[in-house]
């Protein structure tokens, strides 16, 4: 597709691989609005992104509807749809893993990023085109020890854009599963806080990439998965 005037929404925008993508499809000429929980951080991005911003959580029903109900007036309608909003488990072992855990985290790994899709697929079906970018995890291909709660649901979202694939592909919309390896961001900091990039190490300007070139290609075509890896991390 062509990224000028293009109109996107992406969750979970205000740091990390959000902000780094909210800022590369600005700079390609697309009109991004970016959502997030907290508005101090998301107006900060915004200034540095050149996007727009709505305060919602993905987890909350009305708080979905409320971010298609400001995005449209932001915008004027809506072609890129990108679930980047996520957050990490407790990451404990099987022993420790609460209910509490499976509920915190599929709702919005899971539910969060089917809600927003279904509201987009909406949207998509009537004009006859759109695309669908959920950001998954290796860690949804391959568990990992103490990685119940977490791994399982990356598990689940890909199981979820298979079934988009299959059951949306008729009304021309794309649906796409990125799934970064480890990326040095703020990711799993209870503070929230950037890690200081490492040599060696994935940023979120290379999962920006691999999200921006996937929705170049042409609307003929899609990458239904792909996997980003750094090339040498122990180095």
């Known amino acids: 597709m062509n990224l000028k005037q293009a109109k996107v929404l992406l969750t979970g925008g205000s740091l990390g691989i959000g902000k780094a993508t909210a800022k590369m499809l600005v700079d390609a000429g697309a009109k991004v609005v970016i959502t997030g929980r907290n508005e101090d951080r998301l107006k900060e991005a915004a ?27 932001l915008m004027g309608g809506l072609d890129v749809l990108i679930n980047n909003a996520g957050i990490g488990g ?51 291909t391959k568990g990992f020890e103490r990685g119940t709660v977490y791994a399982s ?60 070139s996937a929705l170049q290609m042409d609307d003929r075509g899609f990458i239904p998965e792909l996997a980003v890896w750094a090339t040498n991390p122990w180095k």
Request: charged letters at 25%.
């Open 47 to 73: 200034e540095e992104t050149g996007a727009q911003y709505v305060v919602a959580d993905v987890s909350q029903p009305e708080e979905v509807k409320h971010t298609y109900q400001q995005t449209t007036q």
């Open 90 to 140: 407790g990451f404990s072992p099987l022993s420790e893993v609460t209910a509490d855990d499976f509920l915190s985290v599929y709702s919005v790994n899971v539910m969060g990023v089917a809600m927003m899709s279904q509201l987009a697929a909406e949207i998509f079906k009537k004009q006859g085109h759109g695309s669908i970018i959920n950001i998954g995890s290796t860690a949804g």
């Open 153 to 212: 649901s990356k598990f689940a979202l890909r199981g979820m854009t298979q079934c988009w694939q299959a059951e949306l592909r008729k009304h021309n919309i794309r649906v796409m599963l990125i799934n970064p390896s480890e990326v040095t961001t703020a990711f799993g900091n209870k503070d929230r806080e950037e890690r200081d990039e490492e040599a060696n190490k994935l940023r979120s300007r290379e999962i920006a990439h691999a999200i921006t």
